[in-house]
């Protein structure tokens, strides 16, 4: 760890105590629907082409007591819902409901009565017309901090439905006696179908679904192919985010209200190797009660905090200039000047070349402190101290030439497009100091001359990497339309609309459709 501990005054970075999320995700009214509308859509594909589905169930009449065996029940036509409604019901509930369907399903069936002393085969055919269905999910957090989907309630209502037996062989006569029971029984038997595959198609997939978002890794989103031996500030940023993740576990339940649920999320930035948790936490985050968009992102400055803080103390924040490392463009201002030196080089105001002359130097720059990220309501800022330590490469030797300090402020610009979000970095204050020097030519006025080489050379090579940004975690899964970033004290609120990519769902619900048991 470098410079003074990075644990000190860290109240001003998060709180002392936990409870409050790094990452607040709103799903509003608006947003939900537009996730209604394709789910039902691509449902509807799905169940019109459902087939293979088995149950059995027990019948009992007097003198006579069975089991039948539905056997490739398959839909023949489906016409769905006139209606469709989704609402959330506070303080934990999303109620979803389908009105007025129709369906037709065909099945084998094989009876056994008075214990398998008579048995019969056939085949059934029939249709519901009318059938409603709502569902009552629940959103609920487990101690993993994982986010999971309950179903404690759903109910069908039917309006008709009427199901003809064709049975075979000797003892057919006899079943068509029992078609009214087998009508009833058979009435209740489909909802409860229904039901229960719906419930066990969100059960079972919610926690995968919410599992691959509950950890953000950022090393897969960054593109390492082109980095060169010279390519130093593309190192820099490679090194910084290798094995680093954001931990978007749920540190309490949604909060659902009548017009959106929102998520509360840790929020925290580390590494994968990181065994000590960041020392501080979010701060309270005053966000408004908008619900004007489909979705709305609230991060708070101790997400980057968090990261700054685990870079700081894995040494990842520390950086070396010299020729093997900067560009070709600027290897001459690490050169040894003197005099006449061009004024456009870094180092013109140090004179060393008497003492060594045709000579390269490096820098290298250790921070003395963590840096402190902060939202101040107009704009993001990050407040810099870092040691500076020079050397002069001469004869094969390294000769240190001096040791001075910076400290500076960088304001960050966030910016935000339909699939990405990216920044930029622009020095807006920097003072360096001398502290002391081993060869002559160096004094704290001339020193001065280092300014430029942050805010010519580093700032500028930093911001250039940073603008490719890093896409969203659903790309290709979800469209943002029109996202606006808005900074307000403590934290940067995303407001979005979006479009769902359907081929990309229906895949997925493809997927989960073939794991559920018939």
């Known amino acids: ?15 002392s105590f936990t409870g409050n999320p790094g990452l607040r995700i709103r799903l509003t009214k608006k947003g939900i629907n537009q996730l209604k509308n394709v789910g039902v859509k691509l449902l509807n594909e799905k169940i019109s082409h459902l087939s293979g589905y088995s149950t059995d169930y027990p019948f009992s009449q007097p003198g006579l007591e069975g089991h ?14 006139q209606i469709s409604v989704v609402n959330f019901l506070p303080p934990k509930f999303i109620v979803f409901g389908l009105e007025n369907m129709a369906i037709s399903l065909a099945a084998n069936f094989h009876g056994t009565a008075q214990h398998n002393l008579f048995k019969v085969d056939g085949n059934v055919e029939g249709t519901i017309n009318g059938l409603t269905i709502a569902l009552t999910s629940e959103l609920q957090t487990t101690r993993e901090g994982n986010l999971i989907v309950k179903v404690p309630n759903c109910s069908t209502i039917i309006n008709h439905s009427h199901f003809n037996l064709r049975p075979e062989g000797l003892l057919g006569p006899v079943v068509k006696i029992f078609e009214g029971h087998i009508n009833d029984v058979v009435r209740q038997r489909i909802p409860i179908m229904f039901c229960s595959k719906l419930q066990q198609l969100i059960e079972k997939n919610s926690p995968r679904l919410f599992e691959k978002l509950s950890k953000t890794t950022f090393e897969d989103k960054f593109d390492s192919s082109t980095i060169s031996e ?4 593309q190192k820099f940023i490679a ?8 931990d978007n576990s749920h540190i309490h339940s949604p909060i659902v209200t009548y017009d959106y649920f929102e998520t509360q999320q840790r929020g925290e930035i580390r590494y994968d190797t990181d065994y000590i948790p960041t020392p501080f936490y979010p701060k309270f985050m005053n966000v408004p009660v908008a ?28 950086l070396m200039l010299d020729n093997s490392n900067v ?26 070349a008497t003492t060594f002359p045709n000579s390269t130097t490096s820098f290298l720059l250790v921070p003395h402190t963590m840096p402190d990220f902060s939202f101040n309501g107009e704009s993001a800022a990050v407040g810099l101290e870092t040691r500076i330590l020079s050397y002069v490469h001469s004869s094969g030797r390294r000769h240190q030439m001096m040791v001075a300090s910076a400290e500076g402020q960088a304001d960050v610009l966030l910016h935000v497009d339909q699939e990405r979000m990216w920044g930029e970095i622009k020095l807006n204050k920097l003072g360096v100091h001398l502290h002391r020097a081993s060869v002559a030519g160096i004094d704290p006025e001339s020193v001065e001359q280092l300014s430029p080489l942050a805010k010519t050379f580093i700032g500028p090579q930093l911001s250039s990497k940073l603008q490719k940004g890093m ?17 307000d004290e403590g934290y940067v ?3 979005t609309d979006f479009i769902l990519n359907e081929d990309v769902l229906r895949e997925k619900i493809n997927e989960a459709f073939s794991k559920l048991e018939f």
Not at 1 to 15: I, Y
Not at 68 to 81: E, I, S
Request: charged share 25%.
């Open 471 to 487: 896409p969203f975690p659903l790309k290709g899964q979800v469209k943002l339309l029109d996202p606006r970033l808005r900074i």
């Open 327 to 352: 560009p070709p463009l600027y290897r001459r201002a690490l050169d040894t000047s003197c005099g006449g030196a061009p004024s456009s080089d870094l180092l013109a105001g140090i004179c060393i």
């Open 291 to 318: 619900s004007d968009r489909m979705l709305y992102l609230f991060g708070s400055d101790y997400l980057f905090n968090s990261m700054l803080f685990h870079a700081y103390e894995r040494n990842k924040l520390t």
């Open 239 to 246: 090194d910084l985010i290798h094995g680093l993740y954001m």
């Open 68 to 81: 039948v065996y539905l056997k490739d029940v398959r839909v023949l036509r489906f016409t769905p819902a």
């Open 1 to 15: 760890m470098n410079g003074e501990s990075s644990r000190e005054n860290q109240t001003k970075r998060g709180n």
């Open 230 to 233: 010279t390519e130093m500030m």
């Open 493 to 495: 609120e995303l407001a």
